[in-house]
């Protein structure tokens, strides 16, 4: 199913994609057609590896993250309040304040993450 952190996260990897072709091109001032293909190829291919196998290392790439206590749902593009947060990932809760670890499980009060 496709879903708004789909779209959001597949595009966002597209657009790495087509960077590291583009970039070279620019620098180099030419332009060959087979290039600009496989960059193409790359840029449509890359994300649904990369999330597929980021699914299956158990990280909710393409579905919403929901707070394990009270199933709000939390936002697209979080905002880190702490320093781990911001390094590691994780959500703070605003309805009921439960700390949550990048996949979306709640963190014990001692946990560093």
């Known amino acids: ?12 990897l597209s657009f790495l994609a087509l960077l590291g072709g ?15 293909i496989v960059v193409l190829l790359v840029a449509a291919l890359m994300p649904a590896l990369l999330i597929w196998l ?8 393409g579905r919403p993250v929901t ?3 009270c199933a709000v749902e939390m936002p697209l593009f979080r905002k880190p309040r702490t320093m781990n947060q911001a390094l590691w990932g994780g959500y703070r809760c605003a309805n009921c304040g439960t700390d949550m670890d990048a996949r979306g499980r709640q963190l014990e009060a001692g946990t560093p993450r």
Request: with cysteine.
């Open 1 to 12: 199913m496709v879903t708004k952190h789909y779209v959001v996260t597949y595009a966002f």
């Open 22 to 36: 583009i970039v070279p091109m620019a620098i180099s001032g030419r332009i060959y057609l087979s290039v600009v």
């Open 54 to 61: 980021l699914r299956k290392m158990g990280y909710p790439i």
């Open 67 to 69: 707070c394990p206590r």
